[in-house]
């Protein structure tokens, strides 16, 4: 805990003014300066150690830890948005290596979140309650740091072309030395398993606005706590950076290797993994329902802003049926449809509910599995191949979805074949398949809103550790 040195009271860093406040006598004091004296504190006293004391709150519902550096109450956890209280306790953490301080305030991540969420227009009404909003938490988050370099010469081998004889052609083997001066500093992934990649990969930090660690900026937020192995990012930093940097070396010097056929390669060397604490302001939400958490989070340096927006199905369906009678009043003038028309364009829905249904029900296989998130499933053997592969068997998905649009297309398909005399069979299916194409397009919006939801964390397994 770090007190007022003038009065003893709470201190609490201000992202606005850049300097710590007491909240008792209005005391301001710079945080770098208040390190320096914590050090000289700390050789008097002889204590050894890069170590901070904090209070370490675990939820009673989702098992999620929070720590906080002041002594600040947690009231309920925004993970899963439990307002049952938190079991706190002391611990101490070793300190890292880096920190990026809160730049962006609440106040200003709210009017964020406020913003976006107003341009929604589907958006259900509790997801923009002032209450729900009012519940933004700043959390510095532990980030794994790396630093790749090369400065030396790289060589990659080509060939040339030179004379034919006979049945062969004949080339020249080259091996092109280009001198390398290579550094890449700052590329980061978060080591919190419940802060999926998603968010991360959204919310870029700038790094070159990134300082010494120092305790005091932690004061009057929240800190989360890492739970997944630092290495888990090694091989996907690695691949990362050598294609970049090729593809650098290859632009520069295209013609040669072009000229020698040469494919260009790097071979980036790790020269150092870091940890980092990042700002965040994370809001958990529940669904109606509370089965389901819609997250959003909010990069505390920059104020870029990403989150979870289902969509209400009642808005929805109003909404599709302004722009339906739209489409109908312009299709009404510019051309005449036929009862077989009318029929193959309820089909052509049908068709559209399909596709869209069956992509989304693989999409959602890879997230309910985690296999798009590195930081949950400790295991960076899974590759974009793989993911892609993930599919719902289609027995299932005919079964508990797209069996409707089956039935309108099968209906459609028949009832052309037979070609009745009678208008009303056609209008009769073309009125069946329309009902069956709100029912999937129903469907649809469920799958969609399960893609931005994530399932309430109660007690699961926390990245690789456990």
């Known amino acids: 805990m770090i007190k007022c040195p003038n009065c003893g ?4 860093f201000s992202p606005q003014d850049k300097v710590v406040k007491c909240e008792y006598c209005s005391s301001e004091f710079d945080p770098k300066e208040l390190k320096k004296q914590a050090k000289e504190a700390k050789k008097r006293e002889k204590i050894v150690g890069a170590t901070t004391k904090a209070t370490v709150y675990q939820c009673s519902q989702c098992g999620a830890e929070l720590l906080t550096f002041d002594e600040t109450a947690i009231t309920f956890c925004s993970y899963c948005g439990s307002q049952a209280m938190l079991e706190g306790r002391m611990t101490k953490i070793n300190n890292p290596d880096y920190i990026i301080p809160f730049k962006i305030t609440k106040e200003e991540c709210i009017a964020a979140y406020k913003k976006k969420i107003n341009k929604a227009i589907f958006a259900p009404r509790y997801m923009k309650d002032d209450i729900v909003v009012e519940k933004f938490r700043g959390i510095y988050m532990p ?41 890449y500093q700052g590329i980061s992934y978060d080591l919190v398993s419940k802060l999926f990649d998603k968010y991360t990969k959204s919310l870029p930090y700038d790094f070159t606005k990134a300082e010494e660690f120092n305790p005091n900026y932690l004061i009057g ?15 996907l930093v690695r691949k990362t950076v ?3 940097s090729a593809k650098r070396l290859n632009d520069s010097h295209k013609k040669t290797y072009a000229k020698y056929g040469c494919s260009t390669k790097v071979n980036m060397i790790m020269s150092e993994r870091k940890i980092g604490m990042f700002p965040v ?3 958990a939400i529940r669904d ?3 089965n389901y958490i819609h997250y959003a989070v909010v990069n505390g340096q920059t104020g870029k802003i990403a989150m979870d927006i289902p969509f209400d199905f009642k808005k929805y369906i109003l909404g599709s049926l ?12 510019a051309m005449f449809l036929l009862p077989k028309g009318v029929v193959i364009f309820s089909c052509i829905f049908l068709i559209i509910s399909c596709v869209i249904s069956n992509n989304q029900l693989n999409k959602i296989s890879i997230v309910e599995k985690h296999y798009d998130d590195l930081g949950f499933t400790s295991s960076s053997n899974i590759t974009k191949a793989d993911i892609k592969k993930i599919k719902i068997p289609f027995k299932e998905k005919f079964k508990k979805y797209l069996y409707k649009q089956f039935i309108g297309i099968i209906l459609g398909v028949l009832i052309v ?25 129903y469907d649809i919006v469920k799958e969609r809103n399960l893609l931005v939801s994530s399932k309430l964390p109660q007690l699961e397994r926390r990245g690789g550790d456990e």
């Open 322 to 333: 302004i722009v339906a009678i739209i489409l109908y009043s312009f299709i009404n003038h």
């Open 281 to 283: 302001y994370f809001l």
């Open 288 to 290: 109606k329902n509370k």
């Open 417 to 441: 074949i037979f070609n009745p005399v009678s208008d009303l069979y056609y209008y009769g299916v073309a009125i069946i398949n329309f009902l069956l194409a709100i029912w999937s397009f």
């Open 221 to 235: 937020f929240y800190s989360d706590v890492k739970d997944v192995r630092n290495d888990i990012y090694d091989s």
């Open 242 to 244: 050598a294609l970049d």
């Open 143 to 183: 980030y794994c740091v790396y630093k790749m370099s090369f400065h030396d010469v790289a060589v990659n081998k080509g060939h040339k072309y030179t004379h034919s004889s006979g049945n062969y052609d004949y080339y020249d083997d080259y091996n092109l030395s280009t001198p390398v001066d290579s550094e």
């Open 9 to 12: 009271g709470e201190l609490k």
